[in-house]
């Protein structure tokens, strides 16, 4: 089975910054896009950042600018760099891979169990 485990989240002060890393592993034969959302307390999970499989970005407006998100394959992980960090970025973040377990099989999307970021005032 496949599993993707989130980490650094955290505290930090507005203005602060946050790298989360989420790292894929188990039966893994290929992964395609990956990509972060948010869900902050009463709202509903959206979009944050992606990336393919080649390196195309792509990002929300509320974090154009703020936020870059990266991936290293050889390590089958997912990066997101969070700079200026605003209250209104406090939410639990998800990564989420497109991963084929096997040659013939379809391409699935898994999430990770999310991390905690929190931004104070």
């Known amino acids: 089975q496949v599993q993707l485990v989130e980490s650094g989240g955290g505290l930090v002060q507005a203005g602060g910054s946050l790298r989360l890393s989420c790292a894929a592993s188990?039966?893994?034969?290929?992964?395609?896009?990956m990509g972060w959302h948010r869900q902050a307390t009463g709202k509903q999970r959206e979009l944050v950042a992606t990336?393919?499989?080649?390196?195309?970005?792509n990002y929300a407006d509320s974090v154009k600018g703020r936020f870059t998100i990266s991936r290293d394959n050889a390590k089958n992980t997912v990066y997101l760099q969070m700079n200026s960090l605003k209250p209104e970025d406090t939410a639990v973040y998800y990564c989420?891979?497109?991963?084929?377990?096997?040659?013939?099989?379809?391409?699935?999307?898994?999430w990770g169990q999310g991390t905690q970021v929190t931004v104070s005032s």
């Open positions: 188990g039966s893994i034969f290929s992964i395609n896009g």
């Open positions: 989420a891979a497109e991963i084929r377990t096997w040659r013939a099989g379809p391409r699935d999307v898994y």
């Open positions: 990336i393919s499989s080649g390196g195309s970005t």
